[in-house]
T-cell receptor, first 116, second 114 residues
Framework: EAQVTQNPRYLITVTGKKLTVTCSQN?????MSWYRQDPGLGLRQIYY???????DKGDVPEGYKVSRKEKRNFPLILESPSPNQTSLYFC???????????????FGNGTRLTVT | AQSVTQPDIHITVSEGASLELRCNYS??????LFWYVQSPGQGLQLLLK??????LVQGIKGFEAEFKRSQSSFNLRKPSVHWSDAAEYFC????????????FGTGTRLLVSP
């Protein structure tokens, strides 16, 4: 089954304790992205990647890091989490070939992070 | 910068009644337009998309949307709402440069009353 898998689904941590949220897709997609969802703000892009070893900042990258060492994986790293990073996080992926605009953005089921 | 406005934070509709969710965008050229639905505890699922051509597009689950260039709008409609349609709906726009610039609206939560 084609899917984007995020882990964990729920995470409670304390300020300053490094954490990683994993994201894996099995569709051989070139494009992957991380979003955070906050009430009244919709989804805002954190980072995205066009292919292996190619990453770029989205609209709200501060406090986050990403890596794309393999095509299927795109982990989100919070080196020193702070309470303002408490949010619902989504990973998404898509094709980027010529016909890609007919291809939807596939989303994972989300990771709810609480930083105390 | 491109932006998307969904003016209604919440909408309540009776089951069986018609539905229209509003979406307005601000962008220099006609972007690609999407509607996504998010059920509780789930990720976002694509309902429909507009790239070009016929301005009335059909999607899954009986939804449709109409692109109106003069109003910079892409409103989502359904003629008869079912209780299972209760969810949050997001409009999104993307320039023809690709998904890296996909911008979402703030969402509209749909409540369906019996």
């Amino acid at each position: 089954e084609a899917q984007v898998t995020q882990n964990p689904r729920y995470l409670i941590t304390v300020t300053g304790k490094k954490l990683t949220v994993t994201c894996s897709q099995n569709m051989n997609h070139e494009y992957m992205s991380w979003y955070r969802q906050d009430p009244g703000l919709g989804l805002r892009q954190i980072y995205y990647s066009m292919n292996v070893e190619v990453t770029d900042k989205g609209d709200v990258p501060e406090g986050y890091k990403v890596s794309r060492k393999e095509k299927r994986n795109f982990p989100l790293i919070l080196e020193s989490p702070s309470p303002n990073q408490t949010s619902l996080y989504f990973c998404a992926s898509s094709q980027l070939r010529e016909s890609s605009y007919n291809s939807p953005l596939h989303f994972g089921n989300g990771t709810r992070l609480t930083v105390t | 910068a491109q932006s998307v406005t969904q003016p209604d934070i919440h909408i309540t509709v009776s089951e069986g009644a018609s539905l229209e969710l509003r979406c307005n965008y601000s962008y220099g050229a006609t972007p690609y337009l999407f509607w996504y639905v998010q059920s509780p505890g789930q990720g976002l699922q694509l309902l429909l998309k507009y790239f070009s051509g016929d301005t009335l597009v059909q999607g899954i689950k009986g939804f449709e949307a109409e692109f109106k260039r003069s109003q910079s709008s892409f409103n989502l409609r359904k003629p008869s709402v079912h209780w299972s349609d209760a969810a949050e709906y997001f409009c999104a726009v993307m320039p023809n440069t690709g998904f890296q610039k996909l911008v979402f609206g703030t969402g509209t939560r749909l409540l369906v009353s019996p």
